[in-house]
């Protein structure tokens, strides 16, 4: 019995991405399609990590194709290609830096440099290629987060090679200094500080560079927000009132100069006793899923205000290298899956296609 290939073609458009609610075939993802005999081959390319997802994801559309009148056998190949997509009007990409995504609050004390460190983690262990940049001047936490310590090596007394910790590629102002030393710098030096963090650091073949925001909407972030093209911004928040005035006013700020919004994260959501399980809402209830319906803007996922989580940070091991099966860092995943799937549904950056026009006299 022949296979109609009319059928094979109308299973694939049927068969949905549980990640992101569409077909694969509508993702342009379904690619070099093969009947042959009672056997079906196909690959399945992803625009976003998700590595230990391959194995379920293969089974699911397989199973599709074996309702197929005549598929006797479907073999299915999932692998993930992550591009480089559109930033701000203006502003260029940086070289071996596909995408920068921006992790930023409007106030400090919400966990922003945790929920940066462990997402740059997940992305990671999804099988991306991430790099990490500290661009908290004036309180970085990112070497003892990642437990790395010394200096950046230069090979050319111009440009730094990044640090490694836990597989992220890695640079901070805190690698230049000495631990206790106050950055006294005002405005001017600390951006001229991070564009040199930025842009003199060797970054190898990033699928992400994850940026650590300082706290606030002063000069300093919108200056970043400006000239650091950014692919797109997580705003983390706690359910606090407070917060939330904040970090309201960081994501108008990155509206205002064209930078996509990927999603919220509400950090400290709910605070569970270690001794006798009761749940109690410290910071308040439901702020962050307001904001998120008052903006439009998809409310990522909530992290609780766990013990473990600040243990694990300030011990150099982040929660999703310490433990990461764990219920937590299966928590901070699905908010990284969340957000690399919001930056894949972005344009694609086209500008390296375009060729070089030289105007010469001759």
Known sequence: MSIDRALVDAAFAAVTDPNTGRPFAAAK???????????????????????????????????????????????IAISQSIVAHTVQRGVKLLPNV????????????????TTAVNLALALAAEGASVGLLDADIYGPSVPTMLGIHGRP??????????????????????FLIEEDNPMVWRGPMVTSALEQLLRQ??????????????????????????????TGAVIVTTPQD????????????????????LGIVENMSIHICSNCG????????????????????????????????????????????????????VMYREIARKVAIHVAER????TSKFPNIVVQNT
């Not at 992400?208 to 950014?230: C, E, F, K, S, W």
């Not at 439009?296 to 982040?318: F, T, Y």
């Open 29 to 75: 993802g379904v690619r070099n399609v093969v009947v042959d005999g009672a056997t079906v081959r196909a690959e399945v390319v992803l625009g976003y990590p998700a590595k230990s997802q391959f194995d379920a994801l293969s089974a699911l559309i397989e199973g599709e194709l074996l309702k197929v009148p005549g598929v006797e056998r479907a073999e």
């Open 98 to 113: 596909k995408n920068i995504i921006a992790v930023a609050s409007g106030k400090g004390g919400v966990g922003k440099s």
């Open 153 to 174: 090596e230069s090979p050319d007394d111009k440009s730094m090679n990044p640090l490694i910790g836990h597989g992220l590629q890695a640079n901070s102002i805190g």
């Open 201 to 230: 650091t060797n970054w190898q073949d990033l699928d992400y560079l994850i940026v650590d925001m300082p706290p606030g909407t002063g000069d300093i972030q919108l200056t970043l927000a400006q000239r650091v093209p950014v």
């Open 242 to 261: 407070i917060a939330l005035i904040d970090a309201k006013k960081g994501l108008k700020m990155f509206e205002k100069v064209g930078v996509p919004i």
């Open 278 to 329: 009761h749940a109690e809402p410290i910071f308040g209830v439901g702020g962050a899923e307001r904001m998120s319906r008052d903006y439009g803007v998809e409310m990522l996922g909530s992290l609780p205000l766990d013990m473990s989580i600040r243990e694990q940070a300030d011990s150099g091991k982040p929660t999703v290298a310490a433990d990461p099966d764990g219920r937590v860092s």
């Open 347 to 350: 344009a694609r950056d086209m």
